[in-house]
């Protein structure tokens, strides 16, 4: 439904007034505040046409209304402006993103911990799918007779180390021999072709035995497929919103974060920005997240969400995230102009 000019701009102070007072919102106490020119009986004629039309809902205990589901959705498709940033927030992001990282990934963290600090809600990052991305050079170091580390570089800079066992000797000369081989084969290709069987690219050029292959590509399809890419900052943020004081909303919440796959199937998506508001999504009754791909000097390092009521201040989030993501992007391009591959 499309509405007139006068009804978006009492949707939009309605839902500006709720996110700051946590309050349902009366006629009279929006008028002078947002400047609306119209009468109270005009306000409220409106605003009982908006309930009607599903953008606004009427609690039990005022004669206020709050925006619902619906009304959150309009009101993030057609109304939001972004807030500018306090002088305060802009110095602690800027100084928060001065660390020098050794891995690009080490970028998405310290953004998902910015942006937590500054928006104070519970924030979650996932890194890019490893199997999506393609091998930059593959490293396996002798660590003991049998033993090897094996460490994976990816083009965006990811870097993935794990642990393989055997059970008989390995030499030095034939951990020499798998680096040429793997390297050969697998340079400039994506991870995913790990999860096929990898005797078709090597084993007709390695003298080795099938046992020495084997353990070297199950441990790293495990550490592919590790649910420890996923990071999350401020658990505890949501908590402090006036709504978490139900018990019943607080114990979702909780659940929510502890369901990994559900994170991820939200966070892994190609578009720049996503908002997922209330009841449009299974699980997020009363809760909301707001996705954000952080690609930082053309390379995808991730996904970062924020999640909280769905009384969120959206404008004041994605605000926050454009904002990190421009510092970032302006700090690597200076790190790269200078010549420095840190």
């Given at each position: 439904m499309e509405l007139d000019n006068r009804k978006?701009?009492?949707?939009?102070?309605?839902?500006?007034?709720?996110?700051?007072?946590?309050?349902?919102?009366s006629s009279?106490?929006?008028?002078?505040?947002?400047?609306?020119?119209?009468?109270?009986?005009?306000?409220?004629?409106?605003?009982?046409?908006?309930?009607?039309e599903g953008f606004l809902e009427k609690t039990h205990i005022s004669s206020g209304r709050i925006p619902s589901t619906k009304g959150y959705r309009f009101?993030?498709?057609?109304?939001?402006?972004?807030?500018?940033?306090?002088?305060?927030?802009?110095?602690?992001?800027?100084?928060?993103?001065e660390n020098k990282v050794n891995e690009?990934?080490?970028?998405?963290?310290?953004?998902?911990?910015?942006?937590?600090?500054?928006?104070h809600y519970t924030t979650v990052s996932i890194e890019p799918n490893a199997k999506k991305q393609k091998i930059q050079e593959i490293k396996f170091v002798l660590i003991g007779t049998r033993m090897l580390m094996a460490v994976i570089l990816t083009e965006t800079g990811t870097i993935k180390e794990t642990i393989i066992k055997f059970d008989n000797d390995i030499s030095q000369e034939q951990v020499d021999t798998l680096n040429i081989i793997f390297n050969n084969k697998l340079r400039g290709q994506y991870l995913s072709i790990i999860d096929v069987p990898m005797e078709k690219y090597i084993i007709n050029e390695m003298a080795y035995k099938v046992d020495v292959i084997k353990p070297i590509i199950n441990q790293i399809t495990?550490?592919?497929?590790?649910?420890?890419?996923?990071?999350?900052?401020?658990?505890?943020?949501?908590?402090?919103?006036?709504e978490f004081k139900s018990g019943d909303l607080a114990k979702r919440f909780l659940g929510l974060l502890d369901r990994k796959d559900f994170i991820s199937d939200i966070l892994e998506n190609d578009e720049e920005f996503n908002v997922y508001i209330g009841n449009e999504q299974?699980?997020?009754?009363?809760?909301?997240?707001?996705t954000f791909k952080n690609i930082v000097a053309g390379k995808d390092l991730g996904t970062i969400g924020i999640i909280g009521p769905t009384r969120m201040d959206y404008s004041k989030v994605i605000s926050v995230l454009k904002y990190i993501n421009k510092e970032l992007n302006?700090?690597?391009?200076?790190?790269?102009?200078?010549?420095?591959?840190d």
């Open positions: 978006k701009r009492i949707l939009q102070a309605i839902v500006n007034e709720y996110i700051d007072t946590v309050e349902p919102v009279n106490s929006l008028i002078d505040k947002y400047g609306l020119e119209c009468s109270s009986a005009t306000v409220r004629n409106d605003m009982a046409e908006l309930e009607k009101y993030v498709d057609k109304l939001l402006n972004e807030k500018n940033l306090t002088l305060n927030e802009i110095k602690y992001i800027n100084q928060a993103l690009m990934e080490e970028l998405t963290k310290i953004a998902t911990n910015t942006i937590s600090d500054v928006t495990k550490l592919l497929n590790d649910e420890s890419r996923i990071y999350l900052k401020g658990a505890n943020r949501a908590l402090d919103n006036p299974n699980g997020l009754k009363d809760l909301s997240i707001v302006k700090n690597m391009n200076n790190e790269l102009g200078s010549g420095k591959t």
